[in-house]
């Protein structure tokens, strides 16, 4: 038995979100946040890092804890090329920034030749699913792709972290899903991101899962809506990529999102018990492909809250690589406070701090989505 093998295949799990954040925006501060000097930064970083399990953030740290996260390092040279001569960190960090923010249109990816719709589930709570859907759906929507993020969580955290209006009762996914009608009339634009438009949840989805039992044909619902959206848009505003955000459950919810998808990305948390209840996920999934949607298949893995100094975080990717093989993307999503930051302002981390290690990472992982062909 090698070590890696208790890392959580059959066991019993319980996560607790370390955030305390979340609250409602009011009075909070929109646009980036003004960068301390770096000793504050690093201050606080270490006040923040208390926890043994929390990593230095990279950006304060000289990115010092992102070059030994693969993926991060192999981003950030990816992003900032051959270091001009007498650059400062600083000089390349703003220059890695500006990229981010206007990328020069050689930097646009490829456009799918119709629309990618990708759930983004684990039944696992608080291993990245709406971090990873709404910072990747930023990063291709800066690199000219058209992107809808539907959030089908009642916590509505992935319509938070999207700057968008999504007070009970307003128009959102919910009226879709169990009213039927169209869900254009929900789509808001992300503030601050260009071509990136969301599909909120209130907290009128909660009621959803009893709510659609008794209803004809319940697990199809957003399919058919999302169906319906995309057949009513004109060519030039089709969306290249739908990025459905799940709860953490395998619910009718998460049913639907996997009836309207034709691909899963799977993030999966460098902890332990990482694997606790991936098999449930995978029989769910090959449930869904003989039964509801024979097009739907596990086409991507995305390494989260990798804390190179660790060699658990190691063994856990070791453990997803060995099973999941090149469907686990390279670059692992390093554990960043800017990344848990920047939800409460309302705000991706690629606009909060666009030259993190985090903000870096999720642009590679984007990239690797978008030269990945759907299976
Ligand atoms: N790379 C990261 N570095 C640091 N913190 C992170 C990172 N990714 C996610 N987090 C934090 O971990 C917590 C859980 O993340 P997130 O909300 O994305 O998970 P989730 O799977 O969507 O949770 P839920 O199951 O409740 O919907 C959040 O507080 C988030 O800010
Ligand atoms: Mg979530």
Known sequence: MTAASGLGWPAVVSVVSPTGLGWPRAGRQRGPVPRE???PARERSAAMTAD???APDPAAAGHDAAKETPGAGEALAGQDGPAAAGDTPIAAAARVAVRLRAPATGDAFARPARTRVIVVANQKGGVGKTTTTVNLGAALALHGQRVLVVDLDPQGN??????VHHAAGSASVYDSVIDGRELGAAVQDSPGIAGLRVVPATIDLAGAEIELVPMVARELRLRRAITAHLAALAEEER???VLIDCPPSLGLLTLNALVAAEEVLIPIQCEYYALEG???LVQTIDMVTSHLNAGL???TILLTMYDARTRLAAQVA??????FADRVLSTAIPRSVRVSEA???GQTVLTYDPGSSGSLSYVEAARELAASLPR
């Open 37 to 39: 000097t770096d000793e």
């Open 52 to 54: 043994p399990d929390e």
């Open 158 to 163: 992935a319509s938070t972290a999207l700057g």
């Open 239 to 241: 969306p290249d990529y």
């Open 278 to 280: 991936l098999g449930q």
């Open 297 to 299: 298949t596990i086409s």
């Open 318 to 323: 070791d453990e997803v690589r060995a099973h």
């Open 343 to 345: 939800p409460s302002y």
